[in-house]
């Protein structure tokens, strides 16, 4: 099914229709399930924990798809966790990757998976309350009698944040344990800009920060990089390859160079370091709190990245106001960002870090490069609310800033000028739509 008609389908809001959809996603999810349960040996899985835990024996439970589809205990995002429980009482999870049509390829995804096992391994020197690791391994390792490539971490004790519930007075006490966090963190620098990954001597390190493939299927890696705007150009020189040979932004490519363009005439203060980790997923659900609302754990580290300082110590996403930035085209502060600037300011001292929480230009910065234009209204406000951040000005014209972009940059010479009449004609089409929508709104 296209996703024009899925949007069609949300947007008529027509149950019976809805029902057919959520029925076909359920069953496509469980498929991608079974197809992962297929690939675990159990009793390998089993063995391997025993020996790890010096032959304390254990059970190994991995719910069936129908079992695991709506528990979000089992599912985490592109992640399926099966359970380890050891005869004295401890529990361990099995962190397996999905096998998703849009997953990465093999180097890729082991590589993230190695990461994130870095990364905790990183976070057992600080304060931050993580899972402790045990084990990993990759896919296709002949070595990895499991099958599937996993990580083995500890259990943690605590239930999924939900910030929407939290009173006034959970969240003073959530934000001032999170303040003590990036405290914490900001004693824990590092030397570069990429992913961690382990040396050969089993100790975290920087590495590539993101990778391409060549016509061969060979892994590229970017980075590690030594300064924050070389990764940003980097970054969005490779998207600009990838609109070259029609793999992003097919619905406007000429739209989406322009924007990219503009972006690293613009880019954010240059920073040569130190640099240090940031949580990139840092949703309510990746936050385990116990009934008093204390920090039992942050979990699901697995695309975390050291990066520029101002970038780190942004606020998590949890406490931003996504409404407005992705409607509206604004990020001002939301209370809750106040609330942990005000802590971090005033109760640790941290004056630098209490104005980055406040900030979100880098993260407006990487939502405007992942962006894609065929979402159109949230494409269009995602760049207008940086260019107004960026500018200091109020007003964004999409048409008029079109123009001048056209001129200044041209097509790049990607193109050929049917591409560009495509994509001007796209522009307009979508524009009248918009136009059509408002009227039957008011």
């Not at 300011?345 to 104005?355: D, F, I, P, S």
């Amino acid at each position: 099914m296209w996703l024009q008609d899925i949007h069609a389908i949300y947007i008529s809001g027509d149950l019976a229709k809805l029902e057919g959809l959520n029925s076909v996603r359920r069953t496509a999810g469980e498929e991608v399930i079974s197809r992962l349960l297929a690939t675990i040996n159990c009793d390998a899985l089993c063995a391997r924990a025993k020996t790890l835990r010096n032959g304390i024996k254990c059970a190994v439970n991995l719910p069936s798809a129908d079992q695991a589809y709506f528990n979000f205990d089992v599912l985490g995002g592109c992640n399926y966790h099966g359970s380890i429980v050891f005869d004295d009482g401890k529990t361990w999870l099995a962190r397996f990757r999905l096998p998703n049509h849009n997953e990465p390829p093999l180097q890729e995804k082991n590589f993230d998976r190695r990461s994130e096992f870095a990364t905790y391994c990183f976070l057992a020197r600080t304060a931050v309350p993580v899972p402790e690791v045990y084990d990993c391994a990759d896919d296709d390792d002949p070595m990895n009698l499991v099958g599937a490539g996993y990580i083995l971490l500890e259990k943690l004790a605590g239930k999924p944040l939900a910030w929407h519930e939290a009173s006034e007075v959970q969240k003073k006490k959530f934000s001032r344990q999170l303040a003590g966090i990036y405290s914490n963190l900001e004693q824990h620098p590092l030397n570069g800009l990429g992913r961690l990954q382990l040396s050969s001597m089993g100790i975290p390190e920087v590495g590539p920060a993101f990778f391409d493939y060549d016509s061969n299927g060979n892994l590229i890696q970017f980075g590690p990089f030594s300064h924050s705007n070389d990764y940003y150009t980097a970054l969005i020189q490779q998207k600009i390859q990838l609109i070259k040979t029609g793999e992003v932004a097919t619905s406007a490519p000429l739209d989406q160079y322009l924007v990219y363009m503009s972006l690293l005439d613009s880019l954010p203060q240059n920073e040569s370091g130190p640099f240090f980790l940031r949580h990139v997923d840092s949703r309510d659900a990746n936050f385990l709190v116990d009934d008093d609302y204390n920090i039992t754990g942050i979990i699901d580290w697995e695309l975390a990245i050291s990066t520029s300082k101002g970038s780190a110590f942004q606020s998590p996403l949890l406490l931003y106001n996504l409404g407005e930035l992705y409607h509206k085209g604004l990020s001002t502060p939301s209370e809750d960002e106040k609330r942990l600037s005000k802590i971090l300011r005033e109760e640790k001292g941290a004056v630098e870090l209490a104005a980055l929480a406040e900030k979100k230009l880098h993260f407006r910065v990487d939502q405007v490069i992942e962006a894609d234009p065929w979402q159109r209204q949230e494409f269009v406000s995602l760049f207008s609310g940086w260019w107004k951040a960026i500018n200091v000005v109020e007003i964004f014209d999409w048409d008029t800033w079109y123009e001048k972009a056209l001129d200044m940059y041209g097509d790049g010479g990607l193109w050929e000028s049917d591409m560009k009449a495509h994509s001007i004609t796209y522009t307009n089409r979508v524009t009248n739509i918009s136009c059509q929508q408002d009227l039957c709104s008011t």
